[in-house]
């Protein structure tokens, strides 16, 4: 099944109900669909392999992703965060195509052969404005590959995940009700376009029939001015986000009273964050998601009744549920695994293992996916009693510290149990005489934390060997703007920083 097609279905089922944009005044799902046909066919006829788009959200990348779909070319969203020599060689990779490019970025990218560049003012005055235009007919693609999606390249050259059709559609059909929104819901996505989730929120809110309000880029007073507004009922948010939202919501008095459902991911949650969340808001339902892109999206999730019974019990093991990402859905296999690819035990730390139709586990030339269809994560993480997963982070963050090794996850969640450490990141670095040590950067509410009695309180919770050896104090860490801790950024400036010293 192609991802058009869910496009198409919601266009013959509610063709006059609001799809994208205000409530007042947006466009609705048979304009959409009439749309992407015009973008389509004018697509065809470039004669291009891919479609590419570098600029900020809007209207243009749900008719632009769905247009591609029809056209039988790959959507490829470009990162406009990264420095014009990386963005110019991934428009180097991406060639032959279109670019549909946002004005302010044009002069960004070199002239490349085979790049047929169109601004966005040129685009929507052509295919986005005006009345509703007449459908056009298009033969339904027989090109399998719905999207690439360039990894962050923090290791080496960034690679190009494969989504085909059929990992998109599995996802969205196995987890959403066909029209199961109502004419009400409207969801606000701050995420950008290059991100699974952008990716993930436009084809869910399609098949189910909810309207989708874009935010060009996040801030909290737009986000909250937005949310109220436009009678949002569902979003989802980073971490980092959610923290400053309440803050706004805080100054302003705002209690978002239409709004239902919040999700989360995309970083670890500090529990005080989503206390604060579930006590301003008890009438929103928060549900934290764990997904990768090669999965396309949420695998996991720790629902809002999951979310409840963790802060009101008096359980530990069930307690500390509220740091987990709940459990599989139904439709994914997981197993944890050892090294040498055994499963492990329950409280057993290994490599996150999933399998099932959504997952891809493919990069462009290269399959990262075993014969029987399982597909390892480079995450590491341990399955409770009850089968909720937890995520310590990447594989490639562990420490080895004279041949142990430590998951930061473990430490980092200790620190975050101290009411002055608002943020923290543990990391190794390069030590003479173990190899790595552990060390931590903290963001403290006070300015003058206790580092001493932080460090007596881990060893005597875990061991001295995973008790930082240095502290660092930071006023905020760094993050990308999915929520990801940028870990190799702050390990290079401690790196650097200990070399001078």
Known sequence: MHTPLLLD?????????????????????????????????????????????????????????????????????????????????????????????????????????????????EFEATFMAGDRPEKVDIPESENDIAVLLFTSGTTGEPKAAVLRHANLTSYVMSTVEFLGAGEDEAALVCVPSYHIA????????????????????????????????????????????????LDVMEKTGETLPELRALSYGGGKMPEPVIARALAMLPHVAFVNAYGLTETSSTISLLGADDHRAAFASDDPKVRRRI??????????????????????????????????????????????????????????????????????????DVIVRGGENISPGEIEDLLRSFDDIADCAVLGIPCDEWGEKVVAVIVSRSGQPDTDSISVAIRAKLRSTKTPEQWFHRQELPYNETGKLLRRVLKAELVKATEQD
Not at 347 to 373: F, N, P, T, W
């Open 9 to 121: 279905i919601a266009a013959d089922a509610c063709a006059d109900r609001v799809a994208l944009g205000s409530r007042d005044g947006g466009c609705d799902f048979d304009s959409y669909r009439a749309r992407a046909t015009q973008v389509a066919s004018w697509l065809i006829k470039q004669g291009k392999a891919n479609t590419a788009f570098l600029g900020m959200n809007g209207n243009i990348l749900p008719v632009l992703l769905f247009a591609s779909g029809m056209a039988g070319t790959p959507f490829v969203p470009l990162n406009y965060r990264l420095a014009d020599t990386d963005l110019n060689k991934l428009v180097q990779r991406t060639a032959p195509a279109v670019l549909v490019v946002d004005d302010e970025m044009a002069h960004r990218i070199v002239p490349t052969e085979g790049i047929k560049l169109i601004l966005r003012s």
């Open 198 to 245: 952008g990716i993930s929120a436009i084809l869910t809110a399609a098949y189910g029939g909810r309207r989708i309000v874009y935010l060009p880029a996040f801030t909290a007073e737009d986000w909250v001015a937005t949310a109220a507004a436009e009678g949002i009922t569902h979003a989802m948010v980073v971490p980092t986000m959610l923290d400053r939202i």
């Open 323 to 396: 740091a987990s990402v709940g459990q599989p859905l139904p439709t994914i296999e997981l197993e944890i695994r050892r090294d040498d690819g055994t499963a492990c035990e329950p409280g057993e730390q290994g490599e996150i293992h999933v399998r099932g139709e959504q997952v891809s586990g493919e990069y462009l030339h290269k399959k990262a996916i075993a014969d029987d269809g399982w597909f390892a994560t480079n995450d590491a993480g341990w399955l409770d009693d009850g089968g909720y997963l937890f995520v310590d982070g990447r594989l490639d």
